[in-house]
């Protein structure tokens, strides 16, 4: 698919390019992204993320899983443009339903920002300034996007606010500080949806919430999302939650995107090394406790300075993977990185489900 770039706002909406009209059209399109650490003067130090190709259409929900440090907070973070200034794009392509956000200045990306994508952080404490009412702070901020009176503001926080399931009136007339974890999430779930954005980021939503909680939080954003039928880009270290969730996933590791797919695909044939000791090394609940647990050999975070960023921890590493591979094709909408795929070879994904295969598996 071709696309067209936009580079401007018309009397404050969107313009929309004609490849980005169909129903099933990407609502979030990042082309060949490269993010890189730069020096005060804008001399590039290091390239943190690389090459990433990823979409995410409506009703859609896709999962991007990777060990901590494999560039998926910095991912999420350059397509609101809200990256420090230690770092910075150096190359590719962002679109948001047609529209190219490199291109925009800063007040209409502003426009964008909390109307047509959401953000929910994994910090939920930091979603809401902590000496203002919970229900101030919504109102502010439907009517920072829509022209409405205060009264019809209320109504409508009111309304969100009931729909995740928190007692209103008791919500909407309380400080941050006033309710619990979970409740706070769910606080931050109504202000990501109730201005019914096209497209909402969960960056780890979960990571400092109770196991029952996390579940209540993200199966909330699920119905949601079927309400509105916005598009979900959800980042996280759990694979329990994106396989349980997310239509299609992608893997990362080093700043790259090493495999891709439909999750049940990715989950039932695995096709990258670090994707299937990842499987592999997931908690189960089985009929028996195994006698050793699987882990992900070398040490965690380390990526090779050149070829496959995998190379140094990889078990089936070969000469080749001192050279970048490049994504192959592995059926529909499946592809991998990986030399030993190009080379002829096929990993052993013989034990993707836990070395199992044998026994009745139950998905916590």
């Not at 909390?114 to 502010?140: C, R, W």
């Amino acid at each position: 698919m071709s696309i067209t770039v936009v580079d401007h706002l018309t009397e404050g909406k969107a313009v929309r390019v004609d490849n980005f009209t169909s129903p099933m059209a990407p609502v979030l399109q990042i082309s060949d992204l490269t993010i890189a650490a730069v020096s005060d003067k804008g001399k590039v130090l290091n390239e943190l993320v690389q090459g990433i190709d990823l979409s995410v259409r409506p009703g859609e929900m896709l999962g991007l899983v990777g060990e901590s440090g494999s560039g998926k907070s910095v991912t999420a973070t350059a397509v609101l443009d809200l990256l420090p200034k230690s770092l910075q794009v150096t190359a590719g392509n962002i679109y948001l339903s047609g529209i190219h956000l490199g291109s925009l200045s800063e007040k209409e990306k502003r426009r964008l920002r909390g109307k047509e994508i959401a953000y929910m952080f994994q910090n939920y404490q930091g979603s809401f300034t902590p000496i203002v009412k919970i229900g101030k702070q919504l109102v502010e901020t439907i009517r920072s996007h829509e022209q409405v009176s205060f009264k019809e503001a209320k109504e409508i926080a009111l309304e969100w606010l009931q729909r995740v399931k928190l007692p209103a009136k008791r919500a909407f007339n309380s400080y941050p500080f006033q309710l619990s974890g979970g409740q706070l999430q769910r606080a931050s779930l109504a202000a990501a949806l109730m201005m019914k954005p096209s497209l909402i980021i969960a960056d780890e939503p979960t990571t400092a919430l109770d196991v029952l909680t996390g579940e209540r939080v993200l199966d909330l954003l699920v119905d949601l999302q079927k309400e509105t039928n916005c598009a979900v880009f959800l980042i996280s270290h759990d694979l329990t939650h994106v396989l349980k969730r997310t239509d299609r996933m992608a893997v990362m590791y080093g700043g790259r995107i090493i495999e891709t797919g439909p999750t049940e695909s990715v989950r039932h044939n695995p096709q990258h090394p670090y994707t299937q000791l990842l499987l592999q090394a997931r908690p189960l609940l089985t009929g028996r406790i195994p006698e050793k647990l699987t882990t992900i050999p070398g040490e965690p975070g380390a990526v090779a300075g050149q070829g496959c960023p995998f190379a140094l921890r990889c078990p089936s590493r070969i000469e080749e993977c001192a050279q970048a591979p490049v994504m192959k094709p592995m059926g529909e909408d499946h592809s991998a990185a990986c030399h030993i795929l190009t080379a002829g070879g096929e990993p052993d994904n013989e034990d993707a489900a836990g070395g199992q295969t044998n026994q009745q598996v139950v998905f916590c």
